[in-house]
């Protein structure tokens, strides 16, 4: 059991910088992956980065590798995505998600296999 919320998201600029957080509270397993998502209007949601509980390895896509960190603190369990050179195409809802799985480079394959979700947070680029 865990609940997953995030924050953080907001309007700006192409080329500008954004912090997203997500706390993960409430849970009552040890391992686990915690990742992000983002579903863009009329397109599916799609995995963005992932880290493992430790926080020593992550995971990303290659539309946002170079651009997008994710980290952990693992006093606070709050995981952030620090998104860099940002551009229009990084508009989407973003999703925290937790599954309660050792991180893998497949870990975060299928999002049906996604055991907790947050509500999203609205991330729009202008150009």
């Known amino acids: 059991q865990a609940q997953v919320k995030e924050s953080g998201g907001r309007t700006v600029q192409t080329g500008g910088s954004l912090k997203l957080s997500c706390v993960i509270s409430?849970?009552?397993?040890?391992?686990?992956?915690a990742g992000w998502f983002r579903q863009a209007p009329g397109k599916e949601r799609e995995f963005v980065a992932g880290?493992?509980?430790?926080?020593?390895?992550?995971e990303y896509a290659d539309s946002v590798k170079g651009r997008f960190t994710i980290s952990k603190d693992s006093a606070t369990e709050i995981v952030y995505l620090q998104m860099n050179a940002l551009e229009p195409e990084d508009t989407a809802v973003y999703y925290c998600?937790?599954?309660?799985?050792?991180?893998?480079?497949?870990?975060?394959?299928?999002?049906?296999?996604?055991?907790?979700w947050g509500q999203g947070t609205q991330v729009t680029v202008s150009p």
């Open positions: 880290i493992s509980w430790t926080g020593s390895t992550a």
């Open positions: 998600a937790a599954k309660r799985t050792p991180l893998t480079s497949r870990t975060f394959s299928d999002i049906r296999e996604v055991d907790y």
């Open positions: 409430g849970r009552t397993f040890s391992t686990y992956a």
